[in-house]
DNA sequence: TATTTAAACGTTTGCGTAAACGTTTAAATA
DNA sequence: TATTTAAACGTTTACGCAAACGTTTAAATA
């Protein structure tokens, strides 16, 4: 690899001038502009990204941190952040926790040594605490999805409540349940315990009792969900919502295998992305966080905090939205 | 931020004694060692991970460059990466390119001008000359999932044919279908030339006859079928192939919507994900890559590629599973 | 005592670039 | 002709770190 050095001598400048061909950052004449952009052809010469940024503080790349990659959700909320901050010549340098409190700290700890100039967390802690000695003090962070208690820095959270709330409205209200379970996800994670208010804010709102064992206490990982919707069945539950995607998926594979019939035998109000509103609306009612939205709400803010650190602390909010079962 | 130069002072030696200590690479004793590491927790201190790139060349980072991240098939090959390189100590940097061969240029451009140490590209281009100029000779690059003309590089391919040809084998013996129609993918890419390839195969192997109009030019992207299908439905076709996951999905949607029984009045043979099999698998017949082991091919093979340069190229190819629906 | 040896640490350089600061040349003015 | 001015470019430094190279001290050997 050529260095700026090479370019310089070859064409019989100075590195100074061949750094400001390369930036326009100084005028030089038309003659020696081409004679060092000639040189730079013929070497196929590039500037070292990383001397660049050793040398002006800035990398250009943002992280972000997220529970499963592999998981729609995150990947929408992914791909949002990313079309926003490509726009601005960022990247993105993605990291995945499985969930896994560990390795969010690892992650965390290694992103702030200087590797990026912002960070985006949908986080697997309950508390900030845990994560405060990761995170040098003025850098910028945003926090995705969920909720920390403690938390200095800006969230961009959705707002589930209404839209639970509104599907177990409807199974009890036009599809006549009465014995609704609930699984739930991690329970240190915010948007779970709010999931389960909602579900039990609805139960109650409609007279109807939570008997032991409705709720059952789920992980939000594959395969986790299979017992909890066999003791729910046990319960002689009509209906159960899940809290999480992946969990969903699950429980409809469950019953598809046993042959109960979705929308017959039972209902399931789950967790969904728009995209499966294309084959699975049919088996189930979905929630649908608003994804892009607020990946893009993430990607703006951590933009904004980076250019402007006194920027006041903002909490943004965006509402999930209903897909009822259409009837057969 | 503080640098291994406040350091060294406040505790009173040298900065080589300073960066010893905390890489270990030359004895300290332990009371100089305690003194040094007391100040760097005093102040907080974290090595600059940019200058210790910048100085040592290595940057941990491995670059990889996929078509859609939301779409899962891609999402669960990053994740297979993330989790080889990890082992490793390295990290991944993910770019999206839309599936345009434009931005495809550009993040190859940037990632090679020494952001990362190596690069996986799942490319959407279809020859390795329109390429070469953005890549430095001799650096590390494996291409994932889709062949490129004339490309001198490690390779992680499927191999799609046989469990195609084994699904439209399926339609043909045991569902009786003769009017099969196939819904293409962009046809530069190497995987559906494949696909198409297998399609034509059974096919002519069992003397059926591909009408005008049968083979239904697609693009790969989210609701580019919808209208396909139609075509073909004019045609009587009574069973379809499509050759992408997400325009599976669509035209499962869009069957869906008008009330055609899937498995009775047509039946469809599509690319899928594992994970889709819990709830896909009664409404297609899937065809499904083995993307985390073809993730963690590519992630072992950057990884070896990027320790020993003078590999011989390698070419890893790995079967693509057929699911049959069962039958209700 | 003179010399060697090893333990423990210090001094310095250089990675490639951006940009502050400085220099040269010739044209423009006095 | 002497001085100023502006255009065009060169010289140098610093970013933070790793490590090659060098130094000091005291104990071990001759």
């Given at each position: 690899m050529s260095t700026m050095r090479d370019i310089a001598e070859l064409s019989g400048v100075s590195v100074a001038t061949v750094s400001h061909v390369l930036n326009n950052t100084r005028f030089v004449s038309e003659s020696t502009r081409q004679k060092v952009l000639d040189v730079v052809d013929k070497l196929g010469y590039r500037p070292d990204a990383i001397a660049r940024s050793?040398?002006?503080?800035?990398?250009?790349?943002?992280?972000?941190i997220v529970p499963d990659i592999s998981n729609p959700v995150w990947a929408l909320m992914i791909e949002a952040v990313e079309a926003v901050i490509s726009d601005h010549g960022y990247r993105l340098l993605i990291c995945n926790t499985k969930e896994t409190e560990a390795h969010e700290l690892e992650h965390v700890h290694s992103l702030t040594s200087g590797l990026v100039d912002g960070l985006i967390i949908a986080s697997t802690l309950s508390d900030y605490n845990q994560l405060v000695?990761?995170?040098?003090?003025?850098?910028?962070?945003?926090?995705?999805?969920?909720?920390?208690?403690?938390?200095?820095?800006?969230?961009?959270?959705?707002s589930d409540m209404p839209s639970i709330?509104?599907?177990?409205?409807?199974?009890?209200?036009?599809?006549?349940?009465?014995?609704?379970?609930?699984?739930?996800?991690?329970?240190?994670?915010?948007?779970?315990?709010?999931?389960l208010t909602a579900y039990r804010s609805a139960m109650h709102d409609y007279g109807l009792t939570i008997e032991e064992g409705f709720i059952?206490?789920?992980?939000?990982?594959?395969?986790?969900?299979?017992?909890?919707?066999?003791?729910?069945?046990?319960?002689?539950?009509?209906?159960?919502?899940?809290s999480n995607n992946i969990m969903a998926d699950d429980v409809l594979f469950y019953l598809n295998e046993k042959g109960i019939r979705l929308n017959k035998d039972i209902s399931i109000l789950g967790q969904g992305i728009e995209r499966q509103r294309n084959y699975i609306l049919r088996q189930m009612n979905l929630f649908?966080?608003?994804?892009?939205?607020?990946?893009?709400?993430?990607?703006?803010?951590?933009?904004?905090?980076?250019?402007?650190?006194?920027?006041?602390?903002?909490?943004?909010?965006?509402?999930?939205?209903?897909?009822?079962?259409?009837?057969?």
């Open positions: 050793f040398k002006t503080g800035k990398k250009k790349l943002i992280g972000i000695s990761e995170i040098p003090s003025g850098f910028p962070v945003v926090f995705l999805d969920r909720k920390l208690k403690n938390c200095p820095h800006d969230m961009v959270l959705p709330y509104e599907g177990i409205e409807h199974l009890i209200t036009e599809e006549g349940h009465k014995r609704i379970g609930f699984i739930t996800g991690l329970m240190r994670i915010s948007t779970s315990t709010e999931r059952q206490e789920g992980n939000s990982m594959a395969k986790s969900s299979l017992i909890l919707v066999q003791n729910l069945l046990q319960l002689k539950c009509t209906a159960i919502v899940v649908v966080q608003p994804t892009t939205e607020m990946g893009r709400a993430a990607g703006q803010q951590i933009l904004n905090r980076i250019k402007n650190p006194e920027l006041p602390i903002q909490q943004i909010i965006l509402n999930s939205t209903l897909y009822r079962c259409p009837q057969t």
